[in-house]
């Protein structure tokens, strides 16, 4: 061996960062790594949306945004539904439970977040919270600065490329090989191994092996490193996977070149708050309040490309997922367009080319699209599609400026992965689990189902990572 340590992490995303930190915590050498340059991999770019039952600011925005205070039940049932009841009930009651814990960790740590509690596609309790910018990149920031408090060795530029697992006796996973700017090295884990090493929406020929239809033609919303090769070592050395052709389009990613950007969040977090999604025609094309795999197929099928998110200036002002500077430097990038009234919002809508073509809205279509929409929220009912509308909470967009965001689906998150126990111990195919391996984050399948909500995949990774980190160090599980 050319080093030796108790807790080996790989992969420095949401799910690695925790667990490396948390094994430190606890007492254990711990050496993270990751093959990129920078940590923070996928979730550096995901769109900084947090789902948490509670928090220790959730008391003042429920009185501040008038919105009905949530619960842990009602967070599970939408998650177990939300996927078709294909996840795992443990893992999701393990990710519902801690993500209170992990979220006023982050808080303490100097996350900020905006003054709006949203509910997005899928969820029907109020509880996701959005990072001060709108992009996972200040929630790894909060977790880099707490990392770097404890004694954990970061190795960045280095990939693991092999899992070592003795033959014989416990049969146990030992270390790893690892590729250095210095030459291959072979890493000891006393304690544990644990993958955080993310999803595989980046590697064509993984995912279009296990869905044919994800073709190189559709674009991802994923960095690079989301190659999935940490699942294709787990089974080398035994490990199971489940649920892998569970693949997730993001809905609204832009439409030019299927990134996830930060003002790509806005379409997600605004159904409750009023925000309507119309098609080249300026026709609503689905339930808003829907969860991601309907809104991508309904857009798919929608008859044009892209799709487009419509929302007013009161939605702006007053549901607080929208900052002025966003929409400021969303206009700038052209990804963001603004107008006095409707009519002229369909205009500049038509004046812009989508992956070079252009669309032909009417501006009539548009308004009265609108119109109907502003009075279905008077009624508090949507005969079209049937959103849930929140009397109060939902706004009608009535007053100008107009905004219009295009979107399109874009490959986004892989539900499949290792099939882990609710302690994050990787199981062999026969359902044993494999000592010294543990995973966690979007690496692992079977937490979410068919289809994840959107904003639980930030505390699944840390609240699994945090598992990992706590189990491999002193077989506990932590208390949450
Ligand atoms: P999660 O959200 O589950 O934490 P991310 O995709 O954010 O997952 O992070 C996974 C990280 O793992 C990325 O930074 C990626 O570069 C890293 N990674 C993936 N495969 C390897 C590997 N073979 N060796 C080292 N790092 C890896």
């Known amino acids: 061996w050319d080093m030796t340590y108790d807790v080996v992490v790989i992969g420095g995303g949401f799910a690695g960062l925790s667990a490396a930190y948390n094994a430190s915590t606890q007492g254990a050498s711990t050496l993270l790594i990751d093959k990129m340059p920078v940590l923070g991999g996928n979730s550096q770019i995901n769109g900084g949306v947090y789902a948490s039952y509670t928090s220790k600011i959730a008391d003042e925005l429920y009185t501040k945004l008038g919105l009905q205070p949530d619960t842990a039940e009602k967070h599970i049932e939408d998650t177990i539904k939300g996927g078709d009841y294909m ?59 707490m990392l770097e408090k404890t004694s954990t060795e970061v190795m960045l530029n280095t990939k693991m490329t092999q899992i070592y697992r003795e033959t014989t006796g416990e049969q146990r996973v030992i270390g790893i090989k690892i590729e250095t700017k210095d030459g291959v090295k072979n890493v000891k884990a006393e304690k544990g191994v644990i993958l955080t090493t993310g999803g595989f929406s980046g590697n064509v020929e993984m995912r279009s092996k296990h869905v044919p239809a994800l073709t190189a033609d559709l674009p991802t919303t994923n960095h690079v490193g989301a190659t999935g090769e940490g699942i294709i070592m787990a089974q080398e050395v035994g490990a199971n996977t489940t649920q892998m052709s569970y693949i997730q389009l993001y809905p609204f990613a832009n439409p030019n070149n ?8 806005i379409p997600f977090s605004g159904p409750s708050s009023g925000i309507v999604y119309v098609d080249v025609n300026g026709k609503r094309y689905v339930n808003e309040g829907e969860r991601r795999d309907v809104c991508s197929r309904a857009a798919q099928e929608s008859g044009g490309f892209p799709t487009f998110s419509i929302f007013g200036q ?19 990038a052209e990804r963001i367009f603004k107008a006095d009234t409707l009519e002229e919002l369909a205009e500049i809508i038509n004046a812009h080319q989508y992956k070079e073509k252009s669309i032909n809205m009417s501006g009539e279509t548009l308004k009265a699209t609108i119109d109907t929409h502003n009075g279905y929220i008077d009624a508090g009912k949507d005969p079209d599609f049937g959103k849930v509308i929140d009397k109060g909470v939902m706004l009608k967009t009535d007053k100008g400026p107009y905004y219009a965001i295009p979107q399109w689906p874009s490959v986004h998150h892989t539900m499949g992965g290792l099939t882990i126990t609710e302690r994050t111990e990787v199981q062999d195919i026969w359902g044993k689990v494999i000592p010294g391996l543990y995973a966690a984050g979007e690496v692992t399948g079977g937490v979410h189902g068919t289809n994840r909500l959107g ?26």
Not at 105 to 120: A, F, H, K, W
Not at 258 to 265: C, I, Q
Not at 455 to 460: E, G, R, T
């Open 455 to 480: 904003s639980n995949a930030i505390p699944d990774a840390m609240v699994h990572g945090y598992i990992a980190g706590e189990v491999s160090v002193t077989g506990n599980v932590p208390d949450f």
């Open 258 to 265: 299927g990134v996830l950007d930060a003002y790509a969040v």
């Open 314 to 332: 009161d939605i702006v002002d007053k549901a607080g997922f929208i900052t002025e500077s966003q929409l400021q430097s969303g206009m700038e």
């Open 87 to 145: 996840g795992d009930v443990k893992l999701v009651k393990n990710f519902v439970y801690g993500s209170p814990v992990m979220l006023n960790m982050l808080l303490d740590n100097g996350l900020q977040v905006r003054e709006s509690i949203t509910r997005p596609g899928g969820h029907y309790g109020y509880r996701t919270y959005t990072t001060i910018n709108g992009i996972g990149a200040d929630i790894v920031a909060v977790q880099k600065k």
